[in-house]
């Protein structure tokens, strides 16, 4: 059986069981509760790995082994931030919006930011938000599939629509036949693979090179002129400071992300948030510890890749067995899927829920399935004219919703009502500026400024979030006075 063949029945297996799932969750499936938040029942092992890989897509895998690869040592930061993110939603977060979510009876993520609007200023709260998440998850989404183009022209030679295709196509079926039961138990499966793999392929990477002490001297003895050993990336303390604050405020993006958010207002009780947050903390740590040392030892091994997002793929052929490689493919389409079915099923209840329900069950549930598959088609599209890097693609849209969503949540839960004024206001500033500051940084003035390309990425997270931030808060007293 050659290389090819033993991976693709690897995946075929792997397929079948996610597709096994979503048919055992339409039975679980009753109602628009049911499909839009699993009935709130969710148990701290699913709620807890469902959020972890769901909010962490093939850019974490993909992308944080890629900035390892490219700056080395310097790409350390990127570890503080995302745990730190993990850390802040459930120890600060989770336990207050499951409370508010159950007393408010909300069940998406933007009924919570429009429970205190009335009358029109309601639905402006949901149309604002509803706008933003369909652009963001668009380009989320339109990434996810562009991984699994790269996961199956690597092993297979297909090209990038056949593969991106078949990629969308399976995320549809169990999508669309569960709802929210069947991407969350998909995504607990692909939770647990993710983290295998973390675990197995640097593992044996380092192995290769020698261990740590030989890891460190093959960073240092790369022929290229550049400092893998630096913390700065080899730019100077003034840009690297820039660097360092730019990885740091990927963290501000997590409070912020509805697909994640959905899962702590499903889950059935305090006890969950307790547990899930221990079984949570572990799985970011091991995930992503393994992909920076995946990225470190792939320098040291394969210091000429052409495109290095293709290293973890370079990295399973030539470590691993057949089948052990089939794995790691099928773990890379599981951050693809554990990301893009929480964010379709996300984005499609924006718009069936949020925007307007149907004339009952039914038609609600049909509604939100239609919305769903032409959502995907459109990412699909992005997918294929939008050529960016995974890295990179992920980071502005992951921005844009941290700034837009993530202050007034944080303000909602842990401080009381806001204004209707401020919450547009916030949402538009966070998202506009966050938008605005990711596209002055990759334009000509911003790759020809010596400033902006040290310090655009700390902007970019740090003025949007802290404008809409602050703007929530203000709002926040305004109403508590009243």
């Not at 652009?135 to 991106?164: D, E, H, K, R, W």
């Not at 006890?271 to 949570?280: A, D």
């Amino acid at each position: 059986m050659t290389y090819a063949e033993t991976v693709l029945i690897t995946l075929i297996v792997y397929k079948l069981v996610l597709i096994a799932i979503g048919f055992l969750a339409s039975r679980w499936t009753k109602d628009e509760g049911d499909f839009l938040l699993g009935g709130r029942a969710l148990g701290p092992w699913v709620a807890s790995l469902s959020a972890a890989a769901s909010s962490s897509s093939a850019w974490s895998l993909i992308g944080v082994a890629y900035a390892a690869y490219k700056t080395g040592l310097g790409a350390l930061w990127i570890f503080p931030a995302t745990v730190g993110g993990f850390a802040f939603n459930w120890f600060v977060l989770a336990g207050p919006l499951r409370r508010l979510s159950r007393e408010q009876g909300s069940l998406t993520a933007t009924e919570l930011l429009a429970m205190d609007a009335q009358g029109q200023r309601r639905r402006s709260v949901c149309w604002l938000a509803t706008a933003f998440i369909l652009v963001a998850f668009m380009v989320y989404v339109s990434a996810q599939y562009q991984a699994a183009g790269l996961a199956f022209q690597s092993n297979f030679g297909t090209s990038p629509v056949t593969s991106i295709l078949l990629g969308a196509g399976i995320i549809l079926i169990y999508t669309l036949l569960g709802g929210f039961w069947a991407v969350s138990l998909t995504d607990t499966l692909q939770g647990i693979l993710m983290a295998m793999v973390a675990i197995l392929l640097p593992s044996v990477a380092l192995v290769e090179i020698g261990g740590p002490a030989a890891l460190l001297q093959g960073l240092e003895a790369l022929p290229d002129g550049v400092s893998y050993l630096s913390l700065t990336a080899d730019k100077g303390l003034p840009i690297g400071i820039g660097l360092i604050l730019g990885y740091l405020g990927i963290g501000l993006g997590y409070p912020g992300q509805p697909h994640v958010v959905n899962r702590f207002m499903a889950m059935g009780d305090e006890r969950t948030v307790q547990v899930g947050r221990r079984i949570s903390m572990v799985w970011a740590i091991l995930l992503y510890g393994g992909m920076l040392l995946m990225g470190w030892a792939g320098r040291v091994l394969y210091p000429d890749i052409t495109n290095a997002e293709m290293l973890l793929f370079h990295s399973a052929q030539s470590l691993l067995s057949p089948v052990l490689s089939g794995i790691v493919v099928a773990a890379l389409l599981s951050a693809v899927m554990s990301t893009a079915d929480s964010q379709l099923l996300v984005a499609a209840s924006s718009i069936s829920h949020d925007m307007g329900k149907g004339s009952g069950r039914v038609s609600t549930i049909l509604k939100t399935r239609l919305v769903i598959v032409a959502i995907s088609l459109l990412a699909v599209v992005f997918a294929l004219t939008w050529p960016a890097t995974i890295f990179h693609k992920v980071l502005s849209a992951w921005s844009a919703l941290g700034a837009a969503f993530g202050p007034l949540l944080i303000v909602r839960a842990l401080r009381g009502p806001i204004s209707e004024k401020g919450t547009l206001l916030a949402m538009g500033v966070g998202f506009s500026t966050s938008l605005i500051l990711y596209f002055l940084r990759q334009s000509d003035l911003g790759q020809a400024s010596v400033f902006l390309k040290g310090y655009g990425m700390a902007l970019e997270y740090g003025v949007s979030f802290g404008l809409a931030l602050t703007i929530a808060l203000r709002s926040a007293e305004v109403r508590t006075r009243r």
